[in-house]
T-cell receptor, first 110, second 113 residues
Framework: DADVTQTPRNRITKTGKRIMLECSQTKGHDRMYWYRQDPGLGLQLIYY???????NKGEISDGYSVSRQAQAKFSLSLESAIPNQTALYFC?????????FGPGTRLTVL | DAKTTQPPSMDCAEGRAANLPCNHSTISGNEYVYWYRQIHSQGPQYIIH???NNETNEMASLIITEDRKSSTLILPHATLRDTAVYYCIVRVASGTSYGKLTFGQGTILTVHP
């Protein structure tokens, strides 16, 4: 079984809809992250969390919110999706040194 | 975190060594060099990291120059499955920082038969 899982893997939605992307990990790491990637570009950090009670904004948090329900779960929400949020979204967990990424969620907002 | 510069693309023949360079002339004394790769639309994969000394693991070798201003990732026997975007990242190895990885444009490595 994969150490970092993301659901759904693909999602198509309409402008204005609320969307939740979920991430679970079995690695036992305290640190978790959400990134987005646009075609041909590097990853941009949306939010990160160092433990269940710790939530921090990244580079591009506007339009997004997160919830750290447990050590193993970190969810990303788009309260009112817009087309320029169409992207590939990655969740990651980390030790002090190394980040481990999930397989990604491809989100399309029409 | 220090900025890195990588060539946009490189080619390598299957079975040969792939040598991917990275410049990081503004690196600080407490910053590590990390390498990740991303195979098309998959999650980035950790490869290796180092501070001063050369490092080797089952995937690759990392050669860091003595002044630490540049480094080279070596895939000793490249295969078609090594075709990916390779990212060189310089950052403090956690502790005081929040461990954020700043991904640049990377190098597109194409391994051909």
């Amino acid at each position: 079984d994969a150490d970092v899982t993301q659901t759904p893997r693909n999602r198509i939605t309409k402008t204005g809809k609320r969307i939740m992307l979920e991430c679970s990990q079995t690695k036992g790491h305290d640190r978790m992250y959400w990134y987005r990637q646009d075609p041909g570009l590097g990853l941009q950090l949306i939010y990160y969390s160092f433990d269940v009670k710790d939530i921090n904004k990244g580079e591009i948090s506007d339009g997004y919110s997160v919830s750290r329900q447990a050590q193993a779960k970190f969810s990303l929400s788009l309260e009112s999706a817009i087309p320029n949020q169409t992207a590939l979204y990655f969740c990651a967990t980390s030790t002090r040194d190394t980040q481990y990424f999930g397989p990604g969620t491809r989100l399309t907002v029409l | 975190d220090a900025k890195t510069t990588q060539p946009p693309s490189m080619d390598c023949a299957e079975g040969r060594a792939a040598n991917l360079p990275c410049n990081h002339s503004t690196i600080s004394g407490n910053e590590y060099v990390y390498w990740y790769r991303q195979i098309h639309s998959q999650g980035p994969q950790y490869i290796i990291h180092g501070l001063k000394n050369n490092e080797t693991n089952e995937m690759a070798s990392l050669i860091i120059t003595e002044d630490r201003k540049s480094s080279t990732l070596i895939l000793p026997h490249a295969t078609l499955r090594d075709t990916a975007v390779y990212y060189c990242i310089v950052r403090v190895a956690s502790g005081t920082s929040y461990g954020k990885l700043t991904f640049g444009q990377g190098t597109i490595l194409t391994v051909h038969p």
